[in-house]
């Protein structure tokens, strides 16, 4: 799939309100080509010319007001799964302290209807988490083939030094979220276990052809983040150094199978 129709699919099936957030993929060509139609065939197209010199720098500004809005997004939206990580948190302990078996007021129905809402809560939290992920992915992919037509179409030499800055930007930098989806899996795993009748399982198959998922928001979304990340993260012939490193799944096909279960049964909670 040509990266443009990708990027337009994620748009649409990224969550309200994300969509203006994404790189200006169709805009940069179309100045890409201007730039290289005004600027005449690459041999011609060198650092040293003026014209040359001035359709890059606006480029490069285009590009940096592009890094710009990433960056502000992405740390917005970050600073709000920190708050919301340990609003969960304090949820779970507040449920057992108080409707637990051991808590202060004991009652079986109030304990299972408040992990019911913290179930779903905790569900649409980590989709949001991986399509942020999957944002600072695709935006970067996104960057790194605008560059390479750049360079192709003008004989320039911008994608490897523009690279390099685009690896210290804070929307290129996912460890702490990445760090607090683990931690999500972690509480998914041991506050909602899957059931244990295999009968009853609904079956999630990430990286083929065949996907078979019930309802539709969040966890849909989801599932299209998860695929479109192994499919850009993937190696391939085209496969080089400014290619994100090949994405391993299995963990996260098995978390997704069990947020699944979770979301589609009606299943024991456990006590942690």
Not at 2 to 9: A, I, S, V
Not at 212 to 217: D, F, H, P, R, T
Not at 253 to 265: G, K, M, N, P, R
């Amino acid at each position: 799939m040509k990266f443009g129709k990708r990027l337009k699919q994620q748009i649409q099936e990224t969550l309200p309100g994300w969509g203006d957030k994404f790189l200006s993929y169709k805009e940069l060509k179309k100045l890409v080509k201007l730039i290289s139609s005004s600027c005449g065939p690459p041999m011609m197209s060198t650092p040293s010319s003026l014209e040359y010199g001035k359709a890059e720098a606006e480029f490069v500004y285009l590009l940096n007001n592009e890094i710009d809005k990433f960056n502000a997004f992405f740390m917005e939206q970050e600073e709000d799964f920190i708050i919301r990580h340990k609003e969960l948190q304090q949820r779970i302990g507040r449920v057992v302290d108080t409707w637990g078996p051991n808590g202060s007021q004991p009652s079986e129905t109030d304990y299972k209807e408040e992990f019911a809402k913290i179930r779903k809560d905790i569900v649409d939290f980590h989709g949001e988490m991986v399509l942020l992920i999957n944002y600072s992915n695709i935006n970067y992919t996104g960057l790194a083939k605008i560059l390479k037509k750049y360079d192709k179409r003008t004989g320039g030499l911008l994608r490897s030094p523009y690279i390099q800055k685009v690896l210290q930007q804070p929307f290129f930098t996912t460890d702490l979220i990445s760090k607090l989806v683990k931690e999500c899996e972690s509480t998914i795993d041991s506050v909602f276990p899957p059931p244990c009748d295999v009968e009853r399982r609904s079956r999630l198959v990430l990286g083929s052809e065949c996907i078979e998922v019930a309802g539709e928001g969040i966890f849909r979304n989801t599932v299209a983040a998860l695929l479109t990340m192994k499919e850009i993260r993937k190696g391939s012939s085209t496969y080089g150094r400014f290619s994100l490193p090949p994405l391993n799944l299995p963990d996260q096909s098995d978390v997704i199978q069990s947020v699944h279960e979770s979301l589609q049964l009606s299943s024991p909670i456990a006590i942690p």
